[in-house]
């Protein structure tokens, strides 16, 4: 039974025709999503509140994320693709960063800003038991207080910042995307976020007007989807790959190396 009606969708049916010149493309990314979900669904996960637990869920968001930009490719929805793209970006980052720094524990600071952001942007006075929860966190994980009681010198305490959980190796106390990126040294990750959070955020004129997909367009969705599950599937679940894997990204390299000489030809 199909429970879609695909003639109510609000789909862009003119890019969705585009789709018919990159059938292999397609193919090859749906793969790679379904390799990196198998890799994810393999980890051995037992307890959620643990490092292994903040690890596979920013690693299962990355690969969830990735079958909805799928998803409105598919639609033509490429706005809508980009701006997938860029939380794909950040949550991929952040994997990076626990992973990186496992031995800070940073996981612990990250769960605790977390239920911490939780309970205060609900738009209402927090709770007493909220509150006592956040407290028994604090001590269970054995935080320390410089991260949630203000220091003198500072406006306001590191779990107050929108990244302050990375605080005890953010030494330039630099608590935005930029100085995220430049932990893991992938500063072009923070000049990708740049362009796609004009999607988000609606700040370019011209992306609004920009109403169809051009070649360029098309290649650069594939390239952010590719990069990021690449990363993910190295940084995290490298051992309980598929063969298959490396086959596959070798494949899509090829394409992106063709099309990148194309480039460089005619507009050289």
């Given amino acids: 039974m199909d429970f879609i009606d695909r003639e109510s969708l609000y789909g862009n049916q003119y890019n ?147 990244y302050g959980w990375t605080y005890k190796v953010n030494t330039k106390k630099q608590f935005n995307f930029e100085g995220i990126c430049k932990l893991i040294d992938y500063e072009a990750g923070h000049h990708g976020f740049q362009m796609m959070s004009d999607y988000s955020h609606g700040t370019s004129f011209h992306m609004k007007m920009h109403g169809s997909v051009f070649v360029g367009d098309m290649m650069t969705m594939f390239v952010n989807l590719y990069i990021e599950l690449y990363r993910m599937v190295t940084l995290y679940c490298w051992d309980t790959a598929d063969d298959s894997f490396d086959k596959i990204t070798e494949e899509i390299e090829e394409i992106f190396h063709r099309f990148i000489e194309y480039e460089e030809t005619n507009f050289d």
């Avoid at 690693?59 to 860029?86: P, Q, W």
């Avoid at 980052?93 to 626990?98: G, H, R, S, T, Y």
């Avoid at 028994?136 to 010198?153: A, C, L």
């Fill in 16 to 162: 969705a025709c585009a789709l018919c010149e990159y059938t292999r493309e397609l193919e090859l990314i749906k793969r790679m999503i379904n390799i990196a979900n198998d890799a994810v669904e393999a980890q051995v996960v037992t307890d959620s509140w643990s490092f292994d637990g903040v690890c596979h869920s920013f690693a299962k968001t990355v690969v969830e994320y990735s079958k909805a930009a799928y998803d409105n490719v598919l639609l033509g929805n490429f706005h809508a693709v980009n701006m997938i793209c860029r939380s794909i970006l950040e949550n991929c980052v952040f994997l990076e960063i626990l992973i990186d720094y496992e031995d800070v524990e940073l996981w612990k600071y990250y769960l605790v800003y977390s239920l911490r952001s939780t309970i205060f942007k609900a738009g209402r006075t927090p709770r007493q038991r909220d509150l006592d929860n956040l407290q028994e966190m604090y001590q269970h994980f054995e935080i320390d207080k410089d991260f949630y009681i203000k220091q003198g010198d500072r406006k306001k305490a590191y779990i107050r910042e929108p």
